[in-house]
């Protein structure tokens, strides 16, 4: 199993355990889902009547995503603006990082991320903001947004601003 840590801070922010590909060289696209927790059942041997629609969720449950749960990850917000600065800042971490380590792979993260920047500033309004357990300003904001369906979730993670650690 692989354990993927984000390079500044040392969060952990996702495992091989979740489905997950590599997208031109650049991102790994994680798939997740909403899960129920901690939900009490109680079977009284009734249905719930037709004027009631669908059951709700037990009482004390509660849905979390997977991913953000398993990796206690820290929701967070930002406009455009913040990101971009947010974003420079990174980008020049993570380049140092690779310039220090993985000599490499600086120039294909420098236009893979650049590219793939401006994708995501395109489409900025459908992102969800998520940091690590640390939640370490310097550290990797994950990008929360949604397959085609409108319901299935997925993360979209630096690829060069994560390490494999073998378990």
Not at 137 to 165: A, S
Request: proline fraction near 3%; charged fraction near 30%; hydrophobic fraction near 35%.
């Amino acid at each position: 199993m692989l354990l993927y840590s984000d390079v500044i801070t040392d969060d952990e922010i996702f495992s091989d355990a979740f489905p997950m590909k590599l997208v031109d060289d650049i991102v790994y696209e994680v798939d997740c889902q909403m899960i129920t927790l901690n939900g009490v059942d109680v079977d009284i041997g009734a249905n719930p009547s037709a004027e009631e629609g669908e059951e709700s969720l037990e009482e004390g449950a509660t849905q979390v995503n997977n991913v953000v749960h398993s990796f206690r990850l820290q929701s967070t917000s930002f406009d455009k603006k913040s990101y971009l600065t947010y974003l420079k800042g990174y980008m020049k971490e993570v380049k140092a990082y690779l310039a220090k380590n993985q000599p490499d792979r600086v120039e294909a993260f420098e236009k893979g991320a650049q590219a793939f920047a401006k994708k995501v500033i395109g489409n900025f309004k459908d992102y969800e903001f998520y940091t690590g357990e640390s939640m370490n300003p310097d550290g990797m904001v994950l990008l929360l947004n949604y397959r085609e369906d409108g319901i299935t979730p997925y993360f979209t993670v630096w690829r060069d601003g994560v390490r494999e650690v073998k378990l």
